[in-house]
């Protein structure tokens, strides 16, 4: 009875074990769309050190799938994808996410501050060159 035991226990380790060592689970796909086509650095980046560095640090666990040029689909796909987990991340720009979020457009804004900045340069050298013409005071 203690050899029966015995060897029901063993049996029963081993098959705890055995499993584990042969069979290896299949890698998590995570996926990626980006916005900008093949060869732009960003999309390089992603596709070369970033996709290799994952799966070599978390040893196969994890496989990375990038979908550039908007090759998963427009902006809307992209976001359904988001909602509903067929993708992990995204890259897409902020106006774009505006839509959703008023509060993502101040990051739109940079440029809207170059402009002003232009605008208010030129008015205030027109100003200049008005009052070396006329001999009157320049704007503020």
């Known amino acids: 009875m203690k050899l029966f035991k015995a060897m029901l226990c063993s049996v029963a380790a081993l098959s705890l074990l055995l499993p584990a060592a042969h069979a290896q689970a ?27 560095t994952i799966e070599e640090k978390t040893n196969g666990r994890f496989r990375i799938d990038v979908f550039d040029n908007y090759s998963f689909g427009n902006f809307e796909a992209v976001v359904q994808g988001l909602q509903f987990g067929m993708l992990q991340f995204a890259q897409e720009s902020p106006s774009n996410l505006s839509i959703y979020d008023p509060k993502l457009m101040i990051f739109g804004a940079a440029a809207q501050f170059g402009i002003f900045f232009h605008a208010r340069l030129r008015r205030r050298q027109y100003s200049a060159r008005r009052q070396s013409w006329e001999g009157t005071e320049p704007l503020p």
């Open 26 to 52: 299949a890698p998590t796909v995570v996926k990626i769309a980006l916005t900008q086509p093949t060869g732009h650095p960003t999309t390089d980046l992603i596709r070369g050190q970033f996709k290799k």
